[in-house]
């Protein structure tokens, strides 16, 4: 997972958790590790970011997307012309426009990229005679420059030794994270697997099951992700046994030791239902 991911995943899981865990105190100790780990991460992460964003590339950022909004209600408003030309240029410009109306949302990079992919559809001949109509040629001028001043000032300052140094300490911390994911998800199935074997109590498998359903939308959403972009698990790694995956009630509650398995209680009631 790239930085931003990373550390909004882990995010998420501690603020779905951190009303639920409290409810089973044999699991307090290891969550509270993953608590610690993932508010350094994010930590790190928020400095690594603000180093990056310097006010100048704020200004920059803040400067293409005001342009991008005037270019925007420009060809909206020609809606309401009576000039034929004009409404012609509104007509054909407006579905392009419309394709790129979320594009400044995302990273900053993303961002970026959009903006880039804005700026070359528009200058296609197809659409140069329109933009002329409604006076827009000097503004996709601006949207364009400023948008490669943004980049090149960009990965200019995220390439500097002071902004790298943080990066590989936050570098560090993400497999300490992962481990302690992994650990809290262990405490989990050995808790499920036990109440399951012995007392199959009907209070702690459904506050198991709070926490499990959280996690799994997570990874789901996670594995999703990665799978489009041709990556396997959310370490960016292929899979290898699902190490991370909740234990499904439905598994064989007599050999603790299993493989632990995705569960979905929405889909596959709790074992002894």
């Known amino acids: 997972m790239r930085m931003g991911e990373h550390e909004y995943f882990y995010s ?19 969550f509270t590790v993953l608590k610690n780990k993932v508010a350094l991460e994010a930590e790190l ?12 590339l704020l200004f920059l950022h803040r400067q293409r997307v005001s342009a991008f909004g005037l270019f925007r209600h420009t060809v909206g408003h020609a809606e309401f012309s ?24 995302g990273s900053y990079m993303k961002i970026s990229g959009m903006f880039t992919n804005f700026v070359i559809d528009c200058e296609k001949a197809e659409y140069n005679s329109f933009i002329q ?45 992962d481990d302690a994911l992994e650990i809290f998800v262990d405490a989990i199935n050995s808790a499920y697997a036990l109440n399951e ?16 359903v959280p996690i799994n ?9 990665l799978a489009r972009r041709g990556h396997h698990s959310p370490h960016g790694k292929e899979d290898e046994g699902s190490q991370t995956d909740i234990i499904d009630p439905e598994a064989d509650t007599q050999n603790p030791s299993d493989e632990p398995h995705h569960l979905d209680p929405n889909e596959h009631p709790a074992a002894g239902e």
Do not use: C, W
């Open 82 to 105: 009576k000039v034929a030309a004009i409404l012609q240029a509104h007509n054909i410009l407006r579905p392009l426009v419309n394709t790129y109306k979320n594009m400044v949302k």
């Open 12 to 30: 998420a899981i501690i603020a779905a958790l951190t009303a639920l865990v409290g409810a089973i105190p044999s699991l307090v100790p290891a």
């Open 217 to 225: 939308a997570e990874l789901t959403e996670v594995k999703n992700v």
């Open 197 to 212: 074997l012995g007392a199959k109590d009907p209070t702690l498998r459904a506050n198991l099951t709070g926490l499990i």
């Open 45 to 56: 992460y928020k400095i690594v970011l603000a180093s990056a964003l310097t006010p100048e």
């Open 133 to 177: 109509t409604l006076a827009l040629v000097l503004l996709l001028a601006e949207i364009k420059d400023v948008n490669n001043e943004f980049k090149d000032k960009f990965l200019a300052r995220a390439m500097d030794k002071e902004n790298v140094s943080r990066k590989g300490k936050l570098a560090d911390v993400r497999p300490e994270v």
